[in-house]
């Protein structure tokens, strides 16, 4: 995939204009860049993620291709308790396939966000994991996870092909 099918993925969920969201398991940043490109100036990006290395090579990048973006880094584990502002939007795109258990997860997301607030989900379109994809999730399993961490109105918002286990899609959850 390149940056404009991550932005593609993520177009029908991200509002006009601004507002403060996290990038939750950003990685290399390649959906905090697609963010940053839908959201516009003056928007603030949190971008988590274990990896340090990832996250300078991250901030560099935003310096210049998004200058009017206020980036934050934050080398955590999403998986704990994170000091964030209350959040207009989080994206997770790849991060929640790491783990086994992710109600307590996504209760913690959800609480961080705004009366209005929104999760951005892309994911594998499979049940079925693998040694690097552990633990998948179709967009109808995450339907249902997603209403029974306390989220309304999941939308698939688009698919892409993947020649590795064979679809993303991406969802939209609200608070």
Not at 19 to 29: E, N, P, R, T
Not at 50 to 63: D, H, K, V
Request: proline residues 7%.
């Amino acid at each position: 995939m390149n940056h404009a099918d991550h932005v593609n993925l993520l177009r029908a969920g991200v509002p006009d204009g601004g507002g403060v969201w996290a990038d939750l398991g950003a990685g290399g940043g390649a959906f905090t860049l697609a963010l940053a490109e839908l959201l516009g100036p003056g928007a603030v990006i949190y971008a988590v993620d274990r990896e340090r290395g990832e996250l300078r090579r991250l901030a560099e990048t935003m310096q210049v291709q998004f200058p009017g973006i206020t980036l934050h880094i934050r080398a955590a584990d999403f998986t704990q308790p994170l000091a964030l502002p209350p959040l207009d939007g989080v994206v997770m795109a790849n991060s929640l396939h790491f783990l086994r258990r992710k109600e307590g997860v996504l209760q913690a997301v959800r609480a961080a966000l705004k009366p209005a607030g929104r999760l951005l989900l892309v994911e594998y379109n499979t049940d079925q994991g693998n040694p690097w994809v552990p633990h998948p999730l179709s967009f109808p399993t995450w339907r249902q996870l997603a209403d029974r961490a306390g989220f309304a109105s999941t939308r698939l918002l688009a698919t892409h092909p993947s020649s590795f286990l064979g679809e993303f899609f991406a969802a939209c959850s609200e608070k």
